[in-house]
């Protein structure tokens, strides 16, 4: 084997493993916990009620992007798996909606000629399953009761899958009540309230009146990461970078710079910000709250607030 095929292999043993652990971090505070009161609407219009199907049937759960390159590779056995376990267990394809359109959700369909349920997310579930990585999987037995977060299509997974459908709801399942509506998204010329995020400095930012304030929302592996699948994204994430740089030193705005915690850690996002001795402050937000009340779903987004705290510009790629 040449020595180019080996590094490739090894950078992707070392992505998969990478990938693992921050499932099993993700996971930790969901195994045994209720699965979300979530009611999901298909590209095709199918509406699947997830608390409807709780002390009656499993569900799975997988979340997964177009640019992601395991989800491509695991892909044709997700479809395999469906057919195999769609009259036992709800199975969903939980797009995350993430820098995604809704024609690149339906080209990934057609490619890998998918049969199950198609969602795409607002961000409002991933919130709720803890998303860190892609593809991340959720299995939820018939009880009602997360089982299995993982990363990889592996041994795991499959005995999870044929675990919960061979098992029967257990005395006293759920099906839950809904939990409460997602945060409300704020739109141009609206006035942001009740919204804080910490920087990695430790400073608390509360958006409301003040000085005006302009917010960047990225990856910190937009550029490096979507060079091949999403060249015009990486493009306009690296021209975004070099510009709010720039602009930040003009008087007049304070600065943040706000990451998704998809694939980011606060460490990676320190390492980020040394690798480009960045001087905009750098915020992660760790639940994806704050992407969501902005409804911030493309990367990179810039929005300017005024003084007055309300919305005054929002603008994407």
Known sequence: MKWAAVLMLLCGLAHADDGTQRAQRAG????????????????DGQRIDLAALYGKQPVYLKFWATWCKPCNEQAPEFEKLYQQYSKRIAVVAVN??????EADVRAFQAKYKLHMPVV??????????????T???????????????????DKALRDALEKVATTKPAAGAIPLTPQGSAPATFKTGDRVTGIS??????????FGPGKPRTLVFFSPWCVSYLRDTRPAVSAACERVRIESEKLS???????????????????????????HRTTIPLALDENGDVFRAFGVQ????????????????VTTP
Request: proline share 5%; no cysteine.
């Open 120 to 133: 795409i997310d607002d961000g409002s579930l991933a919130g709720k399953l803890n998303l860190r990585v």
């Open 249 to 275: 030193k003009e008087r007049g705005s304070e600065w943040l710079a706000i990451s998704s915690p998809l694939w980011t850690s606060r460490a990676e996002l320190a390492d980020y910000a040394k690798q």
């Open 197 to 206: 995020i910490t920087t990695l400095a430790g400073k608390k930012l509360s």
């Open 28 to 43: 930790k505070t969901l195994i045994g916990q209720p699965g979300p009161a979530a009611t999901l609407t298909s590209i």
């Open 135 to 153: 593809p991340q999987h959720v299995i939820i037995d018939a009880s009602g009761r997360i089982v299995h977060v993982g990363h990889l299509d």
């Open 96 to 101: 995350t909606g993430y820098s995604e359109t």
């Open 298 to 313: 493309n990367i990179p987004t810039v929005i300017t607030l005024d003084g007055q705290g309300r919305i005054s510009k």
